[in-house]
């Protein structure tokens, strides 16, 4: 199957830091990746669709100055976020469509889990 | 946003025994997908049904793609404990490159 990558998969921050997390498409490449955010034992929550050469598209209620996006190539997306605080602590999974399904098959990568100290 | 109704929440069940979860929505679909999520890692890609009516398996595990467009759903039989983890369903309802929209996830326990 096709295969995304992200990094790092863990990191720790203090508050009013910024962190940077990636998501690559290893073997495919993608012109939309979607970012979502997944609380403990809670479902994924869409957080924005990344569009390289164009600006991110964000769901209601998702700060775009908090949570930076950037769709740097066909194999890369970024989401940046900026002055972390304690309750930006969560698990960040990214997500991009493989072109052979028609954009349909969705294929997520292994997650990053945030911790703001 | 838009979600769809998952159930059941969680099921215990012996192992050897077989799985059966499904997905409802108020409106119609164009795909639907079952993803499995272990703790600590992403949700992974185990089906997709494009058919009204399709039913495709993958080992142990079978689904079907409702004939309304409006449900699915997903067996796994001779459950074994790796079968562990939370189970999703998504629906796909537009063009290329749109979101899906996903179910709350069942959570599987396996009793060895």
């Known amino acids: 199957g096709a295969v995304v990558s992200q990094h790092p998969s863990r990191v720790i921050c203090k508050s009013g830091t910024s962190v940077k997390i990636e998501c690559r498409s290893l073997?495919?490449?993608?012109?939309?990746m979607f970012w979502y955010r997944q609380f403990p034992k809670k479902s994924l929550m869409l957080m924005a669709t990344s569009n390289e050469g164009s600006k991110a598209t964000y769901e209601q209620g998702v700060e775009k100055d908090k949570f930076l996006i950037n769709h740097a190539s066909l194999t890369l997306s970024t989401l940046t976020v900026t002055s972390a605080h304690p309750e930006d602590s969560s698990f960040y999974i990214c997500?991009?469509?493989?072109?052979?399904?028609?954009?349909?098959?969705?294929?997520f990568g292994p997650g990053t889990r945030l911790t703001v100290t | 946003g838009q979600q769809l109704n998952q159930s059941p929440q969680s099921m215990f069940i012996q192992e050897g025994e077989d799985v059966s979860m499904n997905c409802t929505s108020s409106s119609i679909f164009n795909t639907w997908l079952w993803y499995k999520q272990e703790p600590g890692e992403g949700p992974v890609l185990l089906i997709a049904l494009y058919k009204a009516g399709e039913l495709t398996s993958n080992g142990r595990l079978t689904a079907q793609f409702g004939i309304t467009r409006k449900d699915s759903f997903l067996n796994i039989s001779a459950s074994i404990p790796s079968d562990v983890g939370i189970y999703f369903c998504?629906?796909?309802?537009?063009?290329?490159?749109?979101?899906?929209?996903f179910g709350k996830g069942t959570r599987l326990s396996v009793i060895a």
């Open positions: 997500s991009a469509p493989h072109p052979g399904a028609g954009g349909v098959e969705q294929y």
């Open positions: 073997d495919f490449q993608a012109t939309t």
């Open positions: 998504a629906g796909f309802g537009g063009s290329g490159n749109t979101p899906l929209v």
